[in-house]
């Protein structure tokens, strides 16, 4: 089959398709810089989706459950190597996405007898300043998106995940108007929330490719947060402990949600 | 199929959160190997272990108190004198060593990541057990260099366990990795058996057993065995009254461990010691 060139084609773009609806109902995840570091959330999982990587690294995740612990512990193998022979400081997520986990799953997903990795990841790496935090999102094919700290685009202090492409652009949209890199916890949470929302929104009603009404997304909110959990995490930008992530008990939230 | 140049395979070690097996299955940890050598049959003769310092660690109200000093030796010459033996090896761990240094801050090293990666890849702490463990299992794979004449470590290990009731544990161990849990007291290296005799004097027939100190009286416990160690141990630094030298002394506590400050030692020096 791979020796005749169109069959190929029509073999990975079947493959992508499949994957594609598989993923389309993954919960969305957010990752917002701001003053103090990083903060990454989701609501009401049944398994973790947000995970601690090294020091100054996280990783959310939507996928199947095998894939993302296969690719988290590669990631957190290398890293933990790199920091171990070298040092934490050597420890880069640029590298680690782009020289080892991207061609891993591209080549994955091009070997049409192979399996490919279901998942798509979001990793965020904090920086000494707001201006230095890294958010990468990487696809099943390896594809890699860049928010933040890049040469070409306007940098943008978010980065979201999401199970459509639609979603997350909705989700995008409404960052882009709202969230500030110099915002505070409260801000940072209470955007995060509504992003994530709006995203979940669009994925039960995939017709709608407009930002809801404000009310709607609010109630829309405290509907879910009535029977399901907040998972967040930090990575911190205290430059006083090496180790910067820390997760979030959900009761530690609440209190600051604005209704 | 050619294997990506990333093994992403299924007998990685993250799935049991073993770092030094990883470390090994990249050819990072050299373990020595346990050989017949010329002087087989007497390893008396070239096994010396020296483990010039001195490292004490006792219970006090507070938590546990980990001291040393800041000498380091290469047979009659001191080669530093502002050495830190007291290592932080997460928030609520400290390894102090007596020993060769190269062997034990690489052991430290690894101790550090072993404990990060185990609660990274697994999604929970390790226990106090698992990591008291880990530290005997570093010093018996060391083993080998120790026969050799090099690379000896004696440790003390302090830690503050969570479950299943809060409480401060100290251990100690010896050169092939066994490890004994101190009910009270802990001490190590060349000077060990003065500081050995005062914490055991403190302790019985002292105004107050140790593990009723406050810190301020801990650590003026500390400073006067560290300097009695110093009085007839040459590879024990004490306190450096010239120089303004003084040991490191760490406090672990249920919130974590703390650094007791130079100024704060020096007072206490000062007032009790000097």
Known sequence: MIEEPYRWVEAIANRREYIEAQLASGSPITALGYRDGILFLTIGQTRQKIFEIYDRIAMGAIGHPGDIERLRMAAIELASTEGFTRSAADVSLRRLVHYSLSPVMKSAFE???????????LFAEVGERPSEDLFLRVEYDGEIATKGATYAQVRQDFAVLSGTRQSGELMEAFLKSQHAADASFEATLNSALEAWSIGHMSLQDSDSNELPERTAVVKYRQEQLANRGIEAALLERDASRAIRFRSLPDTELRSLIND | MERSPVAVDQNFSGATGDFPALLRSKGLLASAVIAPTQDAGTPQKVWQPTEATTILAFKFLGGVLVAGD??????????YDRADKVLEIDRHSIMAIAGVPATAWEMARVLEH???????????EMSVDGKVRALSKLLRDNFGFVMQGVGVVVPIFATYDSHPKPEPRL?????????????????????????RGILYYENNWGAKPLHKLIEDEAVSIALRALDTAAESDTSTGGVDRMGRIYPI?????????????????????KETVA
């Open chain 2, 114 to 124: 072993s404990f990060q990666y185990f609660r990274r890849t697994q999604l929970q």
């Open chain 1, 111 to 121: 070997q049409v007898y192979g399996p490919p990795y279901l998942a798509r990841m």
């Open chain 2, 70 to 79: 800041r000498r380091a030796t290469a047979g009659n010459t001191v080669v």
């Open chain 2, 171 to 195: 251990y100690f161990y010896d050169a092939m990795g066994a490890q004994f849990e101190a009910t009270d007291y802990a001490a190590t290296g060349s000077g060990s058996p003065a500081v």
């Open chain 2, 249 to 269: 002394i760490k406090i672990v506590s249920r919130e974590g461990i703390t650094t007791f400050p130079e100024n704060k030692i020096a007072a206490v020096f």
